[in-house]
């Protein structure tokens, strides 16, 4: 292991070992997340940003910075901004360089730091944390439903009762609402009783409890891509993650090998980010990996944003009785301040419950009421629309149409199957670009997520998700902007 002082002036602490292996350049690009959307010369935001993440702790000291040239083309600028950039922050003694070393952050100890995170954070994780003013595409959701807002209102005396009559600790969940999400189940073709629900900060949080139940380095597969959600969730805890392909009929479950089988975490209906869902027969395999002990994983927050083809199906409708957790969210249809659940048998719900309690103790009272009186009217929402303020799906149809047809105009090249569901697009590039053209966009103020984020390897380049829950008059300008960088790239 080489060791190497800190050249250039100023004062010297003693030997450093250095890391072999700078951080890779893509990693690296993930937790620099928005850098470009600061005030100043491009060189002088990236020196900024990449300060920021030393002073944080998420850079570890000692840690070797990509080179100047794989940065460079990374994040699709000139080598000499990147060069310009380390130079500011030798500057500020944030970094030191040697030839034949490289380039590494300066121990952290002499900033009295000791918070360490990993270099190689989730992209999805550290846009959410941004808090630029950027047209957000990272996030493929929607505005709080008209609904939302009478919720509130009608609430309040419940609320009330609750403050005054309970200390708010309900750690297994509000009775209501664990019988209308027994209800939406039961739509489902999953009968579902009470104790088999608990009540979670959302989908997000459901995913990690699932995770949690696992042994550490069990092997868990996941559809190819797949959400960023899940994976993030799986990247917590000391698991092995393998990915299997998945086309418009889900994941293709003959290509998992049976020794990689002991967890799988898949999206039914409809696959973030391409919007597939599970054929019958692939349901009816994964019911019967269940049965025969594979922990089953399935997401289900989507499923209410069906835009056409046949009713999405489920695993557990097809095994109720088998270890499946089904996780549902109010998040999709409703907005995503109003978070989800999760259903397993009882047992399991006991393990969960237990765990999420050392968490959080219970989920907040006030939006679980909110989501008790929502779900009452639930098929209102789904069947009713024109008696309501927002026409929500037959909107998301249009606006996906609207799309696909000024994406088949302006970029004929990049390919795409039109989904059944979901939020969005996922586009198949001509050239391994995609990285490339999400830095290009962001410099024009547009946030969009690489196709390597939802890659279980994180290698994809050939694609690209386009959400198409912005307003129609957006969809032209993101299109635009598309088709220059494309022409660029």
Same mark, same amino acid.
């Given at each position: ?359 959080? @103790? ?8 909110? !989501?008790?009186? /929502?779900? +009452? %009217? *639930?098929?209102? =929402? ?63 103020? @547009? ?8 890659? !279980?390897?994180? /290698?994809? +380049? %050939? *694609?690209?998700? =386009? ?23």
């Amino acid at each position: 292991m080489p060791n190497a002082r800190r050249d250039g002036p100023g004062p010297i602490w003693g030997p450093i070992t250095i890391s072999r292996q700078p951080v890779p350049a893509t990693d690296f690009v993930r937790i620099l997340a928005d850098w470009s959307r600061r005030e100043g010369p491009l060189y002088l935001r990236l020196a900024d940003r990449i300060g920021d993440l030393i002073d944080e702790g998420a850079l570890p000291g000692n840690v070797l910075l990509p080179s100047e040239r794989a940065l460079a083309k990374a994040l699709a600028v000139s080598r000499g901004t990147v060069e310009t950039a380390y130079d500011v922050l030798k500057s500020r003694e944030l970094i030191a360089r040697k030839t034949g070393v490289g380039t590494w952050a300066t121990p952290q100890t002499r900033r009295h730091r000791s918070h360490r995170r990993r270099a190689a954070s989730d992209s999805f994780v550290e846009f959410l944390l941004s808090g630029s003013r950027t047209l957000d595409l990272t996030v493929a959701g929607l505005p709080a439903h008209e609904l939302v807002l009478t919720s509130r209102r009608a609430t309040r005396a419940r609320v009330d009762e609750l403050q005054r009559g309970t200390h708010g600790y309900l750690a297994s969940g509000l009775d209501e609402l664990k019988e209308h999400i027994c209800a939406w189940f039961g739509r489902l073709g999953i009968p579902t009783t009470s104790d088999q629900v608990a009540i979670t900060s959302g989908a997000a949080q459901a995913l990690w409890l699932a995770a949690s139940l696992l042994t550490p380095g069990s092997n868990v597969v996941v559809e190819n891509p797949t959400s960023p959600t899940i994976l993030t969730a799986l990247r917590a805890h000391p698991l092995q993650i393998h990915g299997a392909p998945a086309d418009q009929r889900g994941l293709v479950v003959k290509a998992v090998p049976p020794d990689l089988r002991d967890a799988i975490f898949l999206t039914p209906a409809y696959l973030n980010p391409t919007g597939a869902h599970l054929s019958r027969h692939r349901c009816e395999q994964l019911s019967r990996c269940a049965e025969q002990g594979v922990l089953v994983v399935e997401d289900l927050a989507l499923i209410d944003i069906r835009l056409g083809g046949p009713p999405p199906r489920t695993i557990a409708a097809a095994a109720p009785q088998a270890t499946i957790l089904s996780i549902g969210s109010m998040s999709k249809l409703y907005w995503a301040g109003l978070r989800g659940w999760l259903r397993a048998p009882a047992p399991v719900i006991r393990r969960v419950n237990h765990i999420k309690a050392m968490l959080d @103790i219970s989920s907040p009272v006030e939006t679980q009421a909110q !989501a008790a009186w /929502l779900l +009452e %009217r *639930h098929e209102e =929402l789904l069947e009713r629309h024109e008696e309501l303020c927002s026409d929500r799906l037959p909107q998301l149809r249009t606006q996906r149409d609207e799309m696909v047809e000024l994406l088949a105009s302006k970029l004929p090249q990049w390919r795409t199957t039109v989904p059944d569901g979901g939020l969005s697009l996922w586009l198949e590039l001509p050239g391994d670009s995609s990285s490339l053209i999400c830095q290009r966009m962001l410099r024009d103020g @547009i946030r969009m997520l690489p196709s390597r984020g939802f890659d !279980a390897q994180g /290698l994809d +380049e %050939r *694609h690209l998700r =386009l959400p198409f829950v912005v307003p129609p008059r957006l969809s032209g300008v993101i299109v635009d902007r598309l088709a220059a960088t494309a022409m660029d790239s």
